[in-house]
């Protein structure tokens, strides 16, 4: 294993982090087959035919931690919310009409955020979501996490985030933490 000062972390744009799509779905595939998650092959493929079509925003952004051989450990990526995303539709309970504005630039949405086992707890994850963010003008971060996993949930909440709510984020889904943080 890799000392975090060995790691690499790069922030790409859609089309990079398309042509990165191996290593990003490595990351995420071993990462969510984990309880709480226990994602299957499935809903791996399904994840990335959505990740293709993200990449293709011109507001996307990624970041991909590496070890100095190329290795991917981490990943993170996501996009600015739109004026009509769904993902405020989601909540259990319903938020006030101003904090569910959006308009293409208040709100990051962080879509997956994940380190591989061998490489936790050595700040990667924090690195990803700081280069992930670098350079960006939302006010705001908004993310889903499943309350079940303890450790995500406790490094958002060091990070600032603070939940607003629970959701479904699809049907059939568990009901999750949704998360804001904010960066003005």
Not at 63 to 78: H, I, K, R, S, W
Not at 99 to 124: K, S
Request: hydrophobic share 40%.
């Amino acid at each position: 294993m890799s000392q975090p000062s060995a790691i690499g972390v790069e922030q790409l744009n859609g089309p990079a982090a398309a042509k990165a799509e191996e290593a990003f779905r490595l990351v995420y595939a071993e990462a969510f087959a984990e309880p709480p998650y226990d994602e299957t092959e499935a809903a791996v493929a399904a994840t990335f035919r959505r990740f293709r079509s993200q990449t293709r925003k011109a507001t996307f952004r990624g970041a991909l931690a590496t070890t100095a051989d190329g290795e991917p450990v981490g990943m993170a990526y996501g996009y600015p919310l739109g004026p009509q995303t769904g993902w405020w539709d989601q909540l259990t309970m319903p938020v006030f009409d101003e904090m569910r504005r959006e308009d293409g630039r208040r709100t990051f949405g962080l879509m997956e955020l994940a380190v591989r086992t061998p490489w936790r707890r050595q700040g990667i994850a924090r690195r990803l979501h700081d280069t992930l963010l670098d350079g960006t003008e939302a006010e705001r971060v908004l993310l889903n996490v499943h309350p079940d996993s303890k450790a995500a949930v406790a490094a958002y909440r060091a990070w600032g985030y603070r939940k607003v709510g629970d959701a479904r984020p699809w049907a059939g889904a568990d009901l999750h933490n949704v998360m804001l943080l904010d960066v003005r």
